[in-house]
């Protein structure tokens, strides 16, 4: 089993739709989760961490379910600028060298 | 969050050389860490620089393979070495953010063809 999974997609959608993502972990020691975005040919870039609380930043939504070891991003109203590669990233072991990247879940959002 | 840049942007280079990619990032950085992603695959952690000291590599990288150097707080160079069609990559480079070692902030990448 991989340390972190994702749905590869793609993931087509139209624009203003609501779109869900989950990504699962096997590590239940895992401490730090994060969603990056990758654009096509572009270096990732944080999108945002995602706490045990959930969190909240616009349209975007993440929620962390340490029970089933999973962590989850919703998109609302999406918009066409979303069309890329979510990378579930999660971490927390004793040094840096314990990030793990999934493989991506691929958005492509039509008008 | 930091701005890194990297050199070459790309490059296609023959099978048994080596490419040196340097990494400048425009603040002092303790932790620096070079990536790589291969075609249609996720970023898989090579190794992290720290200055004044080895590179601590992970499974599946050798030193003679990547070496590392980081010379200073701002700069880090990683090279192929003997390079083949399988190092056909890209290569990134990325510092931790000020929300802590996790938050990583990435160089554009050196994209490296093999030939």
């Known amino acids: 089993r991989k340390e972190v999974e994702q749905d590869p997609g793609p993931f087509n959608v139209p624009e203003g739709a609501t779109v869900a993502f989950n990504c699962t972990y096997s590590n239940s020691a895992s401490q730090s989760f994060f969603w990056y975005r990758q654009d096509c040919r572009k270096e990732p870039k944080l999108l945002m961490s995602v706490y045990s609380s959930g969190n909240e930043d616009g349209r975007f939504t993440a929620q962390l379910n340490r029970a089933s070891q999973y962590i989850s991003l919703l998109i609302r109203d999406s918009k066409l600028s979303d069309s890329a590669t979510y990378l579930c990233v999660v971490a927390g072991y004793s040094s840096a060298s314990k990030i793990i990247f999934g493989s991506g879940t691929r958005l492509s959002i039509r008008p | 969050s930091a701005v890194i840049s990297q050199k070459p942007s790309r490059d296609i280079c023959q099978r048994g050389t080596s490419l040196t990619i340097q990494c400048q990032v425009d603040s002092q950085v303790t932790m620096m860490f070079w990536y790589r992603q291969q075609p249609g695959q996720s970023l898989t952690l090579i190794a992290t620089?720290?200055?004044?000291?080895?590179?601590?590599?992970e499974s599946g990288f050798v030193i003679d393979k990547f070496p590392i150097s980081r010379p200073n707080l701002t700069f880090s160079t990683l090279t192929v070495s003997n390079m083949s069609p399988e190092d056909s990559s890209i290569y990134l480079c990325?510092?931790?953010?000020?929300?802590?070692?996790?938050?990583?902030?990435f160089g554009p990448g050196t994209r490296l063809t093999v030939t």
């Open positions: 620089a720290n200055q004044g000291s080895e590179a601590t590599y």
């Open positions: 990325s510092v931790d953010g000020t929300g802590g070692p996790y938050e990583q902030y």
